[in-house]
């Protein structure tokens, strides 16, 4: 089971990034999803989940609106749209899977699986 991000960088306040996390040795269908990111010394913070139980969509207060979670199922890789970015959206981003959902889905301890992490800088 193997996921890697990409699409991080810098990117001016009020642009836009589409980070990608794609998938090898197991099928993202059937998994719940989520992205994550986490700044220095703080925990990391779920910001996106996919119910795998009825294929909802929740999102934290911070990014309501301005994130999009989808999934290509052809290329079996998880998309986080980020619109309308801000400073303080930097933070390494990561993508996740499991095989159960969780209602508590912003907890990292409930999430298996983890890609590397990728950069996103938001500054003028």
């Known amino acids: 089971v193997r996921l890697v991000e990409s699409g991080g960088g810098l990117v001016q306040p009020g642009g836009s990034l589409r980070l990608s996390c794609a998938a090898s040795g197991f099928t993202l269908e059937g998994y719940a999803l989520g992205w994550f990111r986490q700044v220095p010394g703080k925990e990391r913070e779920g910001i996106a989940c996919?119910?795998?139980?009825?294929?909802?969509?929740f999102y934290t207060d911070s990014v309501k609106g301005r994130f999009t979670l989808s999934r290509d199922n052809a290329k079996n890789t998880l998309i986080l749209q980020m619109n309308s970015l801000k400073p303080e959206d930097k933070a390494v981003y990561y993508c996740a899977a499991d095989r159960f959902w969780s209602q508590r889905c912003t907890v990292a301890a409930n999430w298996d699986y983890w890609g590397q992490g990728t950069q996103v800088t938001v500054s003028s």
């Open positions: 996919f119910s795998s139980d009825d294929g909802s969509t």
